[in-house]
């Protein structure tokens, strides 16, 4: 039986410590009713027993506080809910706890944000880590160790596992189910709450949104101009000569300030922007295409695909309200 500590804090949100929680018993009742034994030992754990939630709203009696409990097989790290500063304050006691269990042999998998906590432990320096694609550039900045690979809704790596945003959590869990107890018992509990479980990007769902939170004016300088000025065919040179920069020089410094190369700037400013035109208008793929400064159809279907995961007809088809495609 496999020994599953799902951890509660002040700053956890309380669906993704009873998502996972309801998850683990579906399978256990799974068994059950075949006449065979459960498969997890499931509890929640907290640095104390209580553990009080958004400001009194909530208040979980965890089945045990973690100095109580010396070994686990897997534990479950929780996503914050609100500021994810704060949730990591509150959260901090328990990274010595965290490292020791894996050090231990207990695997370690995080849920959307609650990634920042699992990497506040050291143990993902140098792996790959999912999260929600809106906390990207806050935890690129906090932890530069760690290889943020936010198209993919889950990572597997020595035991640890990651997760992207919110309710793609839930892809995760039975990930992590059909590992420990068999393709049959998660086909059952996606069935059952309805889950997609062969998802495997957060491409689609992405926003882009330019790192602007640094101190080198001119690489803003082009960030703007380049937001400002989609619909036009921007150029390196262009930027470089606005700026009165080397092209070296731009590269290096826009990189190292925005973690996107000058080009991959442009392109996922552009693809933004054809996204918005593809949810909300009734424009052809070609309209679009010459509205955010593509002229080549193979060019912009190519960008548009790897950006996003989807060609610009199954992204149009899937957002319009209209359904209205070419």
Known sequence: MKHITILATP????????????GFLFVNNFYKERGEKPVFNIQIAGYEKEVTMQNGLFTIHADIAVR????????IIPAFEGDINAGLAQSEALIPWIIKQYKNGAEVASLCVGAFLLAATGLINGKSCSTHWRAANDFKKMFPDVL?????VITDENGIYTS??????ANLVLYLIEKYAGREAAIQCAKTFQVDMDRQTQSPFIIFQG????????????????????QEKISVEH??????????????RFKKATANTVIEYIQRVKIEAAKKYFESSRKNINEVMYDVGYSDTKSFRSVFRKITGLSPLEYRNKYNK?????
């Open 211 to 230: 790192q602007k939170d640094h101190d080198d004016e001119p690489v803003k300088q082009a960030q703007e101009f380049i937001e400002k000025n989609y």
């Open 68 to 75: 109580n409990l010396k070994k686990t097989d897997l534990v």
């Open 239 to 252: 930027l470089t000569s606005m700026l009165a920069l080397s092209r070296r020089n731009l590269e290096r």
């Open 148 to 152: 943020l690979v936010t198209d993919k």
């Open 11 to 22: 700053g956890s949100n309380l669906g993704s410590i009873d998502n996972p929680r309801r």
């Open 322 to 326: 209209e359904g209205y495609a070419y």
């Open 164 to 169: 992207g945003g919110s309710f793609s959590s």
